[in-house]
């Protein structure tokens, strides 16, 4: 069955410490998200990727960065984290085209303290 | 939102009513999404609908879409308390936009 699966399921950090999130997918889909979405908020896109070993910039990269070692892995780093980051973070997978509807994983509750 | 955004930001409804909930946006697409996410939840696509559609339903859901005013809406008919729901409104741009979403509560 297709899934998309992110750990972890949530996350508390210290401010400036590093933070990594990981994202794995059974989809062989090609494009992999990174959304961040605040409380009563709609989802805003982080960073993006159409093929391993690439990464693209969303509506709001600044303080994030991307890796995509693989197909089916995708990681969002915090190298310093910062109050203003709290938040929940989803990823998505999907084959890329505007046909197709990417599939989300549950989220991951991040708290920055 | 850059791309997309709800006309409503909250709506409260009673069970067995119709609903239409209306998005525009900003830079023309082919492509327009509907999504609902429940509490906790990731998103799920509704509907999607395409420039060469002007209506597509799919059971209860409606939704339609014109160019030429950069706008789409999404109607729900006969509308369940297990509708509430946040809605999103998703022009596609090679990747995919989310606005900033339409919080329905359906009571019972």
């Known amino acids: 069955e297709a899934a998309v699966t992110q750990s972890p399921r949530s996350k508390v950090a210290v401010t400036g410490g590093k933070v990594t999130l990981s994202c794995h997918q059974t989809n062989n889909h090609d494009y992999m998200y990174w959304y961040r979405q605040d409380t009563g908020h709609g989802l805003r896109l982080i960073h993006y990727s159409y093929v391993a070993d690439s990464t693209e910039k969303g509506d709001i990269p600044d303080g994030y960065k991307a890796s995509r070692p693989s197909q089916e892995n995708f990681s969002l780093i915090l190298e310093l984290a910062s109050l203003s980051q709290t938040a929940v973070y989803f990823c998505?997978?999907?084959?890329?085209?505007?046909?197709?509807?990417?599939?989300f994983g549950e989220g991951t509750r991040l708290s920055v303290l | 939102s850059q791309w997309g955004e709800e006309n409503l930001q909250a709506l409260s409804i009673q069970e067995g009513e119709d609903v239409t909930m209306n998005c525009s946006y900003k830079t023309y697409t082919t492509v327009v999404q509907w999504y609902r996410q429940k509490s906790g939840k990731g998103p799920a696509q509704l509907i999607l609908?395409?420039?060469?559609?002007r209506e597509k339903r799919s059971g209860r859901l409606r939704a339609t879409l014109d160019t030429s005013s950069q706008s789409s809406s999404l109607s729900i008919t006969g509308t369940l308390a297990t509708d509430t729901a946040v809605y999103f409104c998703?022009?596609?741009?090679?990747?995919?936009?989310f606005g900033s979403g339409t919080k329905l509560t359906v009571e019972p």
């Open positions: 998703a022009p596609y741009y090679n990747v995919l936009y």
């Open positions: 998505a997978s999907s084959e890329g085209t505007g046909d197709q509807a990417p599939l």
């Open positions: 609908i395409r420039s060469n559609e």
